[in-house]
């Protein structure tokens, strides 16, 4: 069965500190990873986007990596902000015969405090 | 800044009423979906549509329904609401593309007492 799990399941930090977000996945044939970020009450909104081929990518203080061998994804966030307080939501894309399924994860829930 | 929106963003009902939730989105995309979200937990797919006139049911079973009458619109219906109906209802739409993102819209935050 295809899977996306996610790491840890929720984290406290201090502003300022950097931290990293774990995804492992089973999920196959593989098409790409997205990391959400989910705030409370909200849709989630596209942070990154990574194909089989890439091994990283950032967006600001964000910053996504790609192990497709090992099925492993990592987001890190440097320099954390009280406004990174939210729940960051590991996608996965099957590729199958009707089209492209979307495999979420868990989300794993960051609280920034002062 | 997605262009897809909900309503309504919250709403409270009685058990055994009919309520139908709103989504569109003015970005042309074929592809539109309802998921589920309890708090804290994660998102289930109910329903998906790939055009006009095209409905599926997603992973999680789902008493309610939809319809896709027009590409910018899909909305949701229960027809006779359930303390059990009470969660999160996200509306999500991407273009054709695999690695087209998909744009999530605020959400309706469903109550039935």
């Known amino acids: 069965k295809n899977q996306v799990e996610q790491s840890p399941q929720s984290l406290i930090i201090l502003e300022g500190k950097n931290c990293t977000l774990q995804c492992n996945y089973t999920v196959s044939p593989f098409s790409n990873l997205r990391w959400y970020k989910q705030d409370t009450g909200r849709g989630p909104v596209s942070l990154t986007i990574m194909t089989f081929s890439e091994n990283t990518k950032s967006n600001g203080r964000y910053t996504a990596t790609l192990d497709a061998d090992t099925k492993q994804s990592s987001l890190h966030i440097t320099a954390s902000q009280l406004s990174d307080s939210a729940s960051y939501i590991c996608v996965v894309s099957e590729r199958s015969q009707a089209g492209t399924a979307l495999i979420f994860g868990k989300g794993t829930t960051l609280s920034v405090s002062s | 800044e997605a262009d897809i929106y909900q309503t309504p963003r919250y709403l409270v009902i009685g058990t055994g009423k009919k309520i139908t939730l709103e989504c569109s989105q003015t970005m042309g995309h074929d592809k539109m979906y309802w998921y589920q979200q309890d708090p804290g937990m994660e998102l289930h797919l109910i329903h998906y549509?790939?055009?006009?006139?095209?409905?599926e049911k997603g992973d999680l079973s789902s008493e309610s329904t939809v319809s896709r009458i027009r590409t910018e619109h899909f909305p949701l219906t229960l027809e006779s609401a359930r303390p059990s109906h009470t969660s999160q209802y996200l509306c999500?739409?991407?273009?054709?593309?695999?690695?087209?993102?998909?744009?999530f819209g605020p959400g309706t935050r469903l109550t039935v007492l």
């Open positions: 549509s790939y055009g006009v006139n095209s409905t």
């Open positions: 999500a739409s991407r273009g054709d593309s695999s690695t087209d993102t998909q744009y």
